[in-house]
């Protein structure tokens, strides 16, 4: 009975201060959405850099430190010091325990972006995220010598389509003085975005990249030696040499013991490093960044609260006259004590149901957007355990903070006199 | 430069041309207070890849001399061989086999095949290597993974974990007295 009471009470009240109400649960909202979303994207961020390449087992490269052989294969950061021969990758690829080679060449560029060598299998096998398959926007995989397929990022910054002629420059950096004019490239097809650094590399045959360098040396094309694409057609273009290989094995249990063979194999200095291991130590590197973000999210978390007190302690003090009507029509302290709290809880409550419909439509709207132009790949998904125990701190804090007003007017109504009698 | 220094600088050359010419035989890093765990997991099976220097487990890197040297290789060679180096937190996986290698002499017995290399010629740092493979029935990689490593060999300041599953591959460093691996944290 009293429950019941208590309750319509609650709901009269909160009708009655409808719009002052409205704002409170608004400014609420809005610090569980920021509480939430920095919490998300701090979940995402990671989320979206440990699968930059995923379903790969190992990358084989010569013999270096596995970041550094992660760095150039996978983030087309710094070089590689050296290649490993073609007779080796031959080698791998009789291996049967290995499920796919991707041959990978690196060493030219286009405007600032890698050209990276490879074959069909890149386009096959390569997988990122939770394990997503590559797909084309425009056009189709590269079949030609002369044939480049541009990632989301190049094309859309370039603004390239299908069917358009580029020419390549050699050797890294933005600004190139010796290009492959003679050998120019047909773009065939436009990689769909993967929020990875697929998206900021051009890719070509290994055929192709062996035919624009015929006729260079030292870096410098030798006028008459080069090839015209008419006569590249039926010329043999097999390399010496590649930069790296992604491997695919079949029973992924003996990673470890092929990552071994490879360490050691006799022909060549070969390193053969786990993409994963090496992405969770480059992550545990960058460390910090994490760190950092979690603590904006205590803040965040502290902050909220505190508004959250100074918010409901506000409403008390508007509410004497409420107070001293409903004591005197002999309602108890204790009464009106469940009132205050009823109220902060249902407010909370409301706040973090809103905040999660703002921020699931938030997400689901600018995923897309942000993946376009951002790169960005942050994907609705359930929330973890971690993020529900944020969420329901949000009520329990509320219950907590609204004890502090519901015991101060329970103290305040009795001293207006009518304790005894409503005791009674 | 006297004689006797051109030969001396010569032969060292020498050596250093025979070391270069087998150059994907670089000697393996060694590090004292540091090891390596690897966990392949696949359904109920783990294989793992346990490598650390001789140091870590016995204190010393050389042959075993006294009998207490050779005792104490002997004990940690059947500890290795016998307890599952990763378990589930109800502690179900069973050794099905064990290889422990090293070169820290004393007798072999038991059911682990301990293996008595001799290399003279080596260098001073020896490492143990030990493979398992273990059958656990009720395996749920996305839940903690133990290791009674870090406890039974404190020497072991860092212990580099790394795993592969169906979920993916991953890495954790464990330091002393740590034992916990998540591979489903990930």
């Not at chain 1, 769909?192 to 650094?197: L, N, Q, W």
């Not at chain 2, 072999?108 to 493979?133: A, I, K, L, Y």
Request: with cysteine; charged share 15%.
């Amino acid at each position: 009975m009293k429950a019941r009471l208590a309750l319509t009470l609650a709901l009269a009240s909160l009708w009655h201060r409808k719009k002052v109400l409205a704002l409170v649960c608004l400014t609420l909202t809005l610090s569980v959405s920021l509480l939430l979303g920095i919490q998300y994207l701090r979940t995402e961020v990671k989320q979206s850099f440990t699968s930059t390449i995923s379903g790969t087992d190992l990358i084989v490269g010569a013999r270096s430190g596995q970041l550094n052989l992660l760095l150039y294969t996978v983030f087309h950061i710094g070089d590689a010091t050296n290649n490993i021969r073609w007779s080796t990758y031959q080698s791998l690829k009789d291996d049967n325990r290995l499920a796919w080679l991707i041959p990978i060449s690196l060493g030219d560029s286009y405007r600032g972006n890698r050209v990276v060598a490879t074959d069909e299998n890149f386009f096959k096998h390569f997988r990122y995220g939770r394990d997503l398959p590559l797909e084309l926007d425009d056009g189709q995989w590269f079949e030609g010598v002369f044939d480049v397929v541009l990632g989301a990022g190049v094309a859309r910054s370039l603004a390239h389509q299908v069917g358009e002629q580029i020419v390549l420059s050699h050797g890294g950096g933005r600004t190139s003085f010796s290009n492959h004019e003679d050998t120019p490239f047909t773009v065939t097809g436009i990689l769909a975005p993967t929020g990875t650094p697929v998206d900021q590399a051009v890719y070509i045959s290994l055929d192709g990249m062996e035919a624009m360098h015929v006729g260079w040396e030292s870096g410098v094309a030798i006028p008459g030696r080069t090839i015209t694409p008419e006569q590249a057609k039926g010329r043999d273009f097999t390399p010496d040499a590649i930069t790296a290989a992604f491997v695919g094995i079949d029973r992924q249990i003996l990673t470890f013991r092929i990552q071994r063979e490879i360490n050691q194999f006799a022909g060549e200095p070969l390193s053969a490093i786990l993409p994963g291991v090496a992405l969770s130590e480059l992550w545990r590197l960058m460390g910090q960044f994490e760190r950092a973000l979690l603590g904006i999210t205590g803040f965040v978390v502290i902050t909220s609260l505190i508004g959250l007190v100074a918010v409901l302690l506000t409403l008390q003090a508007q509410r004497a006259h409420e107070i001293a009507v409903l004591r005197a029509t002999g309602a108890s302290p204790a009464l009106i004590a469940s009132l205050y709290i009823l109220e902060c809880v249902a407010l909370a409550l409301a706040a973090c149901v809103l905040a999660l419909g703002i921020g699931m439509a938030g997400v689901s709207l600018a995923s897309p957007w942000l993946l376009a132009n951002y790169g960005l790949q942050i994907s609705l998904r359930p929330l973890t355990p971690e993020e529900w125990a944020l969420l329901t701190s949000v009520p329990i804090a509320a219950f907590t903070v609204a004890l502090i007003p519901a015991f101060s007017t329970w103290r305040q109504s009795r001293r207006l006199g009518f304790g005894e009698a409503a005791d009674q | 430069m006297t004689p006797s220094k051109v030969t001396r600088a010569l032969l060292s050359a020498t050596v250093l041309t025979a070391g270069s010419a087998f150059a994907s035989n670089n000697p393996g890093a060694h590090q004292h207070g540091h090891a390596e765990l690897q966990l392949a997991i696949d359904g109920n099976q783990v294989d793992l890849i346990f490598t650390s220097p001789a140091y870590n487990l016995l204190g010393f890197e050389h042959r075993a001399r006294s009998d207490e040297q050779k005792a104490l290789v002997n004990q940690v060679t059947n500890w290795l061989g016998q307890t599952p180096l990763t378990n589930t937190r109800e502690g179900s996986c069973t050794v099905m086999n064990a290889v422990v290698h090293h070169q820290a002499g004393g007798d072999d017995h038991g059911h682990n095949h301990g293996h008595d290399h001799d290399h003279p010629d080596e260098s001073s740092h020896s490492d143990f290597e030990v493979t398992q493979t273990l059958s656990c029935p009720d395996l749920k990689p996305s839940e903690a993974l133990s290791t009674p490593i870090t406890i039974r060999f404190p020497e072991i300041e860092n212990l580099n974990v790394e795993w592969i599953w169906s979920g993916g591959q991953g890495s954790d460093r464990l330091g002393q007295g740590e034992t916990r691996v998540r591979p489903g944290a990930q």
